[in-house]
């Protein structure tokens, strides 16, 4: 059975930072492509940044680019999102999701694309 657990969710001052991370169980973590996406009340679900499996390719959305990194650690099989210079716009769930083997901007930007979901984690900007 696929888990995805999603952590470090919270509640921050714009200017501040988070790291969210997300552990992955039940799959072979180095074959799939990891996203971060998140979804504000109201409105659609948003992606956010990708990473591929072995190479590490990432993409970025150009909303986000120079302010979000994501990385990975497939001996942890976990995925992290690091999250600067937080705005109140950034209020949202955050999920992560796992691909099987996907690649390209287009592709991994989209959330019908991914096999797996994680159930979320709130971070709250604060003015």
């Known amino acids: 059975q696929v888990q995805l657990v999603e952590s470090g969710g919270g509640s921050v001052q714009a200017g501040g930072s988070l790291r969210l991370s997300c552990a992955a169980s039940?799959?072979?973590?180095?074959?799939?492509?990891m996203g971060w996406f998140r979804q504000a009340p109201g409105k659609e679900r948003e992606f956010v940044v990708a990473i591929t499996g072995i190479n590490g390719r990432t993409y970025y959305a150009d909303s986000l680019k120079g302010r979000v990194t994501i990385s990975r650690d497939n001996a942890r099989n976990t995925v992290y999102l690091q999250m600067n210079s937080l705005k109140p716009e950034d209020t949202a769930v955050y999920y992560c999701a796992a691909r099987y083997y996907g690649d390209t901007y287009s592709f991994l930007s989209a959330p019908d694309n991914y096999n797996y979901w994680g159930q979320g984690t709130q971070v709250t900007v604060s003015s």
């Open positions: 039940g799959l072979t973590f180095s074959s799939y492509s």
